[in-house]
């Protein structure tokens, strides 16, 4: 398969203060990739290098064939990365459906998203088109953080906290959505649940204090490793 995404020895500073010491990661088009480690050991950090929120400090990131080090954000987003931030963040004022049309692009490859595929896929948010994003529940929003990714057109949809704070439920619908996306788009993903990510995803990276230790199939993650990386 086709590398999408390239990263070689990326560090990252906040201030003074190093939270990356040298991430590699890759992902390939249409691959889940799922990126675990404890808290605080630089998963966020690492998607926001990948969105450019963050400039590296060193190393490489190439993206679609793209050095991305140093180009503006709108630029690497405009390259087809579609960022689900932790917290999601929507427009708040804005109804469900103002949501998703602001957030569309056209896309350059065939088969685009549409407002009528993103509630096909969230049939909730059909639901509750005109409603405002405000009122909406934590499951329907990041349903809607996903769905104003999709509009974009990405390449590779990054999700920070895929379920976090979600009724179990809701978890459920969430991962069934990313399932029903895989193959389509190549996905980055973190979450807390080891069990759901490893389903899902073709490849796992582990992270500990801002470096890669571990790549490999979720069946070649042993309990040492997950005891050892993801334990607390
Ligand atoms: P979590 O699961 O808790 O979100 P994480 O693996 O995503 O953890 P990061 O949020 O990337 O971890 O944090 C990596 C390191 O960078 C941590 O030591 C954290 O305290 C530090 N850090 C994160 N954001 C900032 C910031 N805005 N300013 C200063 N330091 C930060």
Same mark, same amino acid.
């Given at each position: 398969?086709?590398?999408?995404?390239?990263?070689?020895?990326?560090?990252?500073?906040?201030? +003074?203060?190093?939270?990356?010491?040298?991430?590699?990661?890759?992902?390939?088009?249409?691959?889940?990739?799922?990126?675990?480690?404890?808290?605080?050991?630089?998963?966020?950090t690492?998607v926001r290098t990948?969105?450019?929120l963050l400039?590296?400090?060193?190393?490489?990131?190439?993206? =679609?064939?793209?050095? !991305?080090?140093?180009?503006?954000?709108?630029?690497?987003?405009?390259?087809?990365?579609?960022?689900?931030?932790?917290?999601?963040?929507?427009? +708040?004022?804005?109804?469900?459906?103002?949501?998703? !049309?602001?957030?569309?692009?056209?896309?350059?490859?065939?088969?685009?998203?549409?407002?009528?595929?993103?509630? =096909?896929?969230?049939?909730?948010?059909?639901?509750?088109?005109?409603?405002? =994003?405000?009122?909406?529940?934590?499951?329907?929003?990041?349903?809607?953080?996903?769905?104003?990714?999709?509009?974009?057109?990405?390449?590779?949809?990054?999700? /920070?906290?895929?379920?976090?704070?979600?009724?179990? $439920? $809701?978890?459920?619908?969430?991962? =069934?959505?990313?399932?029903?996306?895989?193959? /389509?788009?190549?996905?980055? $993903?973190? /979450?807390?649940?080891?069990?759901?990510?490893?389903?899902?995803? /073709?490849?796992?990276?582990?992270?500990?204090?801002?470096? !890669?230790?571990?790549?490999?199939?979720?069946? +070649?993650?042993?309990?040492?490793?997950?005891?050892?990386?993801?334990?607390?």
């Open positions: 398969m086709k590398t999408l995404l390239d990263l070689k020895g990326v560090t990252a500073f906040y201030g +003074a203060s190093q939270a990356l010491f040298g991430v590699d990661l890759d992902v390939a088009e249409g691959e889940v990739v799922a990126l675990m480690g404890r808290n605080g050991m630089g998963k966020t690492t990948v969105s450019a400039r590296p400090r060193e190393g490489a990131i190439t993206f =679609a064939g793209h050095a !991305t080090r140093g180009m503006a954000i709108h630029r690497v987003a405009r390259l087809g990365i579609g960022l689900v931030p932790e917290g999601r963040r929507c427009f +708040a004022p804005l109804s469900v459906e103002e949501n998703l !049309t602001a957030a569309a692009r056209a896309s350059d490859r065939p088969g685009g998203w549409t407002q009528t595929r993103v509630e =096909a896929l969230f049939p909730r948010l059909a639901e509750r088109r005109s409603q405002r =994003a405000s009122t909406l529940s934590g499951g329907e929003q990041q349903m809607l953080a996903i769905g104003r990714a999709l509009m974009t057109n990405p390449r590779l949809l990054v999700l /920070d906290e895929a379920t976090e704070g979600l009724a179990p $439920v $809701v978890r459920q619908e969430i991962w =069934a959505a990313i399932h029903q996306l895989k193959g /389509d788009l190549a996905i980055l $993903v973190i /979450d807390k649940t080891l069990k759901e990510l490893r389903q899902v995803a /073709d490849r796992c990276f582990l992270i500990e204090r801002g470096r !890669t230790v571990w790549t490999g199939e979720p069946a +070649a993650l042993t309990p040492e490793l997950t005891d050892r990386y993801l334990g607390v």
